[in-house]
């Protein structure tokens, strides 16, 4: 990339992330909240390890939109009298389910052209999917029916998803460590925040203790996200003993 070609690629690319995050500011104020701390928490997560500033830009960037695709979710979503989300015959099940996918998707609408090789959409597109971290998908079909294929997802959403993941990086050129880092971090931010803060669907809130030691002991999570954990567990406290303010 040229750059001349860099400069408008950030220049565009800014300015579509921040009328993203205005848009989800007005459709949901926690969704926003959330979406902030995970991109701080990303960064702070990346500090113990050294990682090349182009991964920690990444989360950064991942962690502020990752949960945009809830801007599409319909009205219900969003009144006091939503469904749980625990519930297996939920519709809001089904929509958290599908977040990533309706996120990624308007991302891609808007910055496909300039997005070159940047492995962000890809968090964005996968942040949920805990399979991620053991390899990167190599078969496009098998591989995104896997991701998507317990959510009854229409052909046009499905398709979206395989275009996503395939386009915006060819499989051979995807450096899949970093992926899996990235992926592994972003889960241990998202679960930080998204378990200890008040959400309008969540009565019982886990202190900031408990969510720690339920990522230190569970097999799921990156060894490495882990680890930086364990060595900014402190601020984390902190700052989850302050609200999140």
Not at 205 to 223: C, L, R, S
Request: one cysteine or more.
């Amino acid at each position: 990339m040229s750059a001349e070609s860099a400069e408008k690629y950030g220049q565009v690319m800014t300015s579509v992330l921040h009328a993203s995050l205005e848009l989800l500011d007005k459709r949901d104020q926690y969704t926003f909240r959330h979406s902030r701390w995970v991109s701080d928490l990303c960064v702070l997560l990346c500090g113990p390890i050294q990682i090349e500033d182009s991964l920690r830009e990444e989360l950064r960037i991942a962690g502020s939109v990752h949960d945009l695709g809830k801007i599409a979710w319909p009205d219900f979503l969003f009144g006091p009298n939503r469904f749980p989300y625990n519930s297996a015959d939920s519709p809001t099940r089904y929509w958290l389910d599908l977040h990533p996918i309706l996120g990624a998707r308007i991302l891609w609408q808007y910055l496909g052209p300039y997005l070159d090789c940047s492995s962000w959409l890809l968090v964005v597109l996968l942040h949920h999917w805990k399979r991620a971290e053991q390899h990167y998908p190599q078969n496009p079909e098998n591989e995104v029916n896997s991701i998507f294929g317990r959510i009854p997802v229409d052909e046009k959403h499905l398709h979206d998803a395989l275009h996503i993941a395939y386009s915006v990086n060819d499989p051979s050129e995807v450096d899949g460590n970093r992926l899996r880092l990235q992926l592994g971090i972003i889960r241990v931010a998202d679960r930080l925040h998204a378990s200890t803060s008040a959400r309008p669907h969540q009565q019982i809130q886990k202190t900031i203790e408990d969510a720690i030691d339920e990522i230190k002991n569970d097999v799921q999570y990156h060894p490495n996200a882990k680890y930086c954990l364990a060595k900014v567990e402190s601020e984390v406290i902190f700052h989850a003993n302050r609200g999140w303010q």
